[in-house]
């Protein structure tokens, strides 16, 4: 096991993200557990919030929302780690400008949708 970092893509697992480990100190050897989402910010603390993925809500679904699917985790042994869906934990700081919805696992992995506007004036 390298220990490096790599984030694929696709049926074929097309690398399209790595690090090597000798880039972390603290996740060096393994993480303790996993995140993913969107963050959205503008050029000043005091700016309006821009908009997220496609800027439609997640409830839009399908064609409109932004999603992500089949995000699968391996473990130190190269195996792929069941998620545990009662462990999830889906957040919008602010769910009048972000969405998420649609989120649940199957035998391919996690899938959302996610987005939206941003500001709503």
């Given amino acids: 096991m390298t220990k490096n970092w790599w984030v694929t893509y696709g049926k074929d697992n097309t690398p399209i993200g790595y690090w ?33 993925g496609s800027g439609h809500f997640a409830t839009e679904g399908y064609g409109k929302a ?27 700081s602010d769910s009048t400008k972000y969405t998420v919805a649609g989120y649940d696992f199957d035998k391919y992995g996690m899938h959302m949708y996610y987005g939206g506007p941003g500001n709503l004036v």
């Fill in 20 to 52: 090597p480990n000798s880039l972390f100190t603290y996740l060096k050897d393994k993480g303790n557990f996993t995140l993913w989402g969107g963050y959205v910010a503008g050029p000043t603390a005091s700016s309006d919030s821009p908009q997220m």
């Fill in 66 to 92: 932004a999603f992500v699917k089949g995000v699968q985790i391996v473990d130190e042994n190269g195996n792929l780690d069941i998620l545990n869906v009662n462990k999830a934990l889906v957040v919008s």
